[in-house]
T-cell receptor, first 111, second 114 residues
């Protein structure tokens, strides 16, 4: 069975500082991995996806994630946080079809 | 349409009543998914339709939950004899091929069972 674990339920950073949201996955074969973002009172939006091509994946709004098979990790990073990045972030693994979500990380950005 | 639409946006019902939630996927998308987002359980997969194949119902929490997709387009999620623990936001998503491509999500239906 496939699963993801988001290591932090809540992350707080200051505007302009780096963001790191951690995700570990469990999969018996090479997974497809995603990060989705959910802003307050808005729908889920895809940030980026990994599907066995380049291990460093670039997404929207300056986010990127690196797939590390040896560490079974897919951490999300951004060099400089912006106030508009405050949201809930979900690490997702997908077997065929359905998405399996992590528990989510709330990102707070302080001015 | 331009995006996935869901109706109603909010539904308040009394315990024991049946409810129907509707999803209208993006035109041309062959795969349709239902998820549930609740405080206690996070985001959970419920059911998945892909073309004319039998749906994957492995995420439905009980036999009170059912879904159908008519004509390969609109889907209805039905919850019979609602319970308070059914209170959640029900999200619908669709994509083209049903594989690891981006799923496009609707705004959700917030269900409150009193």
């Amino acid at each position: 069975a496939q699963s993801v674990t988001q290591l932090d339920s809540h992350v707080s950073v200051s505007e302009g500082t780096p963001v790191l949201l951690r995700c570990n996955y469990s999969s018996s074969y090479s997974p497809s991995l995603f990060w989705y973002v959910q802003h307050p009172n808005k729908g889920l939006q895809l940030l980026l996806k990994y599907t066995s091509a380049a291990t460093l994946v670039k997404g929207i709004n300056g986010f990127e994630a690196e797939f590390k098979k040896s560490e079974t990790s897919f951490h999300l990073t951004k060099p400089s946080a912006h106030m508009s990045d405050a949201a809930e972030y979900f690490c997702v693994v997908t077997p065929v079809g359905k998405l399996i979500f992590g528990q989510g990380t709330t990102l707070q950005v302080k001015p | 349409g331009a995006g996935v639409s869901q109706s109603p946006s909010n539904k308040v019902t009394e315990k024991g009543k049946d409810v129907e939630l509707r999803c209208d996927p993006i035109s041309g998308h062959t795969a349709l998914y239902w998820y549930r987002q609740s405080l206690g359980q996070g985001l959970e997969f419920l059911i998945y339709f892909q073309g004319n194949s039998a749906p994957d119902k492995s995420g439905l929490p009980s036999d009170r939950f059912s879904a159908e997709r008519t004509g390969g387009s609109v889907s209805t999620l039905t919850i019979q004899r609602t319970q308070q623990e059914d209170s959640a936001v029900y999200l619908c998503a669709s994509n083209i091929a049903g594989g690891p491509s981006e799923q496009f999500f609707g705004p959700g239906t917030r269900l409150t069972v009193l």
